[in-house]
């Protein structure tokens, strides 16, 4: 076989180079490279058979088959790549999470059990708390809530990348407003509790193994070498988050003066808006397979 002058890779004249042929770009995406290394590869093997630059068809599927059958040599590749999608695809999810200031203020009640190793619950479970929250609240409350810490966000400087005053942000009394009426609308959600208690818990666990590929369509996640499956959410994983989750409305933690503002506020009581979900997450936590 002779060099050609141009490339002297022992490429025979007239052959495209696989190089350049499906070389990228500088805005190269994750997605085209796969795509760029698949047919770079498939290029070299139709260099190494074609006869004076031709290739027979019956040649040309069968490289394609031995390519992509289980096994071949783009398998591994696949795999690696997909799980550096899954990885930049996560990070995406938890930078967008960072600036749902609605989710922020009420996961600010929970946030220390994430630090506290004999508690279990880890933070693997905000997106799917995120989507929970959304349809906990409906979209009317989600977006007049959303509008509300979003503006008092930006007030504290939060919209950027440098920071801002978070203690102020939590602190702010229209935060302050903004958690209780989210309080008020997802215990309202819960008077069918047992079964809003199966929802939520298999809302939060199917992060874990599928994810989504439509409305309505889910897929087994292929997840990397290295990762490991989180610990499943349980009802006893939702007793300990949910109980702190809702400690700043504790009827017992309410003062005189609060009670009243809060009634004037939204139209009903403490007792109305949270008794019921008081006595039945009470009832959960006394049941033995959350003792243990």
Known sequence: MDDDPKTGSGQKKGQPSSGSAVAGGDSETPCSAVGRHALSLFVRLLNEYSDNGLVKMDDARRLANAMISPGGPLEHFYQGSYAKCLEHHEEIRQRSSRKDFLCRIIVETFCHLF????????????????????????????????????????????????????????????????????????????????????????????????????????????????????????????????????????LKGMDKERTRLFAERYGITTKQAFGTFFVKLAKLGSQRAVKS
């Open 115 to 250: 630090n506290d190793p004999d508690c279990g619950i880890g933070r693997h479970i905000l997106g799917q708390f995120q989507t929970a929250v959304r349809m906990l609240l409906g979209e009317k409350v989600f977006a007049e809530c959303m509008e509300i810490s979003l503006s008092v966000a930006e007030e504290k400087g939060l919209l950027g990348e440098s920071g801002g005053d978070w203690k102020s942000f939590y602190a702010d009394q229209r935060c302050v407003h903004v958690l209780e009426r989210s309080l008020i609308a997802i215990a309202g959600k819960f008077r069918r509790f047992d079964m809003r208690l199966g929802w939520f818990i298999n809302l939060i666990n199917t992060d874990l193994e599928m994810e989504s590929i439509g409305t309505h369509a889910f897929i087994h996640k292929q997840h990397g070498d290295n990762w490991e499956k989180p610990p499943a959410f349980t009802e006893r994983d939702f007793f300990i988050l949910f109980s702190a989750m809702f400690n700043p409305v504790r």
